[in-house]
């Protein structure tokens, strides 16, 4: 199964939220504390998490980090078959690693990088 996800993250969990849900006149489909989905009419998912979320995700040293001029807000979800590949080519074309692929809490095992946009790309398996 190979799907894409939008990830945003963003100061004001709350008042995002309640745009994409009046912008799409639509409820999440997935509707937890620091967590909302939106199955838009394409198929794909719309996530919206608080900024503040960054430091438990991927560590206090990645929001720390100087090289960065501000934190990033988008995230790329590739849920698709092979994704430890298409992890390790990311680094190889020179985005940096921030998270090994690992099994996470919501279902699904995932890498993450950093592209040199600032981007954060997630490539994620279903834990089967």
């Known amino acids: 199964m190979n799907k894409t996800y939008f990830i945003f993250y963003v100061d004001d969990f709350d008042k995002t ?3 994409y849900e009046l912008l799409f006149n639509i409820k999440p489909v997935v509707d937890e504390p620091g967590m909302c989905e939106y199955e838009l009419p394409d198929g794909t998912t719309l996530g919206i998490m608080p900024s503040s979320s960054l430091a438990k995700l991927f560590g206090d040293k990645f929001v720390e980090q100087k090289y960065r001029k501000a934190l990033p807000n988008v995230e790329l979800y590739f849920l698709m078959e092979n994704a430890s590949e298409f992890h390790k080519r ?8 921030i998270r090994e692929f690992a099994e996470m809490d919501w279902g ?16 994620a398996e279903k834990i089967k």
Not at 90 to 97: D, M, Y
Not at 108 to 123: E, P, Q, R, T
């Open 17 to 19: 939220k309640m745009f």
């Open 90 to 97: 990311a680094v190889q074309l020179g985005a940096t690693e």
């Open 108 to 123: 699904d095992k995932v890498a993450y990088s950093l592209n040199h946009d600032g981007h954060i790309l997630a490539f």
